[in-house]
Nanobody
């Protein structure tokens, strides 16, 4: 599976961004997709995930109520709508795809897209 992210950038605190991740290759093997992020000096964090069948979602407590994950299966694309952004959301955001939400970070990764939130 190949994953290509887009949509990162610089935004002021309180603003919004939408990330996109387009999947290609053996996409029939994907049962779950998600977004991880890594900030300098911090551990990588899975912030949002969604199942391919049923569309069940899971969010990290740090983004609940602000971020929304969704998919457009016709376009093989996943989105992360990020609202009310905070400086602590600054990180490189990676798209993940795998067999389950629990094992997402063991699956495929995109190249990452930088999100910078200024105060």
């Amino acid at each position: 599976v190949q994953l290509v992210e887009s949509g990162g950038g610089l935004v002021q605190a309180g603003g919004s961004l939408r990330l996109s991740c387009r999947a290609s290759g053996t996409i029939f093997s994907i049962n779950a997709m998600g977004w991880s992020r890594q900030a300098p000096g911090k551990q990588r964090e899975l912030v949002a995930a969604i199942t391919s069948v049923g569309g069940s979602t899971k969010y990290a407590d740090s983004v609940k109520g602000r971020f929304t994950i969704s998919t457009d299966n016709a376009k093989n694309t996943m989105y992360l709508q990020m609202n009310s952004l905070k400086p602590e959301d600054t990180a490189v955001y990676y798209c993940n795809a795998g067999l389950s939400i629990a094992t997402l970070t063991e699956g495929s990764w995109g190249q990452g897209t930088q999100v910078t939130v200024s105060s």
